[in-house]
C-alpha cells in the first residue's frame, strides 16, 4: 500500500521559513516521482513543486527562488523547503506521488501552513 505522509506544517509569521516532509512507503522510491500540491479556501489546488525518479525538480514560478523540492532518496524522503513566506502561501500543502510529475496519483493527508501578516 502506498503511503505518503507529511509533517512541518504550522503557524508562521510572514517573512518566516518552514521545511515540510514527505515520508513515503509502498512503493519503490526510486521509480516514483513526488510533488506539493496546495489548496488555500475557497481556492483550486495548484501544484508546487514536483522531483522526478531521476532527480529532475520543477517548481512554479510564483514561489521559484522562495520554495525549493529535494530528497533523499535512502531515506524515502520528499522536502519542501519555504522561505520567505507570504500570507498568501496559506493552504493544505499535500504531499503527493506517482510515476510522473503529470500522473500523480497518490496523496497524503495534508498539513496545513498558515502564515500570518
Known amino acids: 500500500e502506498v503511503q505518503l505522509v507529511e509533517s512541518g506544517g504550522g503557524l508562521v509569521q510572514t517573512g518566516g521559513s518552514l521545511r515540510l516532509s514527505c515520508a513515503s512507503s509502498?512503493?519503490?522510491?526510486?521509480?516514483?516521482?513526488i510533488g506539493w500540491i496546495r489548496q488555500a479556501p475557497g481556492q483550486e489546488r495548484e501544484g508546487i513543486a514536483c522531483?522526478?525518479?531521476?532527480?529532475?525538480?520543477y517548481v512554479r514560478d510564483s514561489v521559484k527562488g522562495r520554495f525549493t523540492i529535494s530528497s533523499v532518496n535512502v531515506k524515502n524522503m520528499v522536502y519542501l523547503e519555504m522561505n520567505n513566506l507570504k500570507p498568501e502561501d496559506t493552504a493544505v500543502y499535500y504531499c503527493v506521488g506517482g510515476r510522473t510529475c503529470l500522473s500523480l496519483d497518490y496523496w497524503g493527508q495534508g498539513t496545513q501552513v498558515t502564515v500570518s501578516s
Open positions: 522531483i522526478t525518479s531521476s532527480g529532475m525538480t
Open positions: 509502498g512503493f519503490t522510491f526510486d521509480d516514483y516521482a
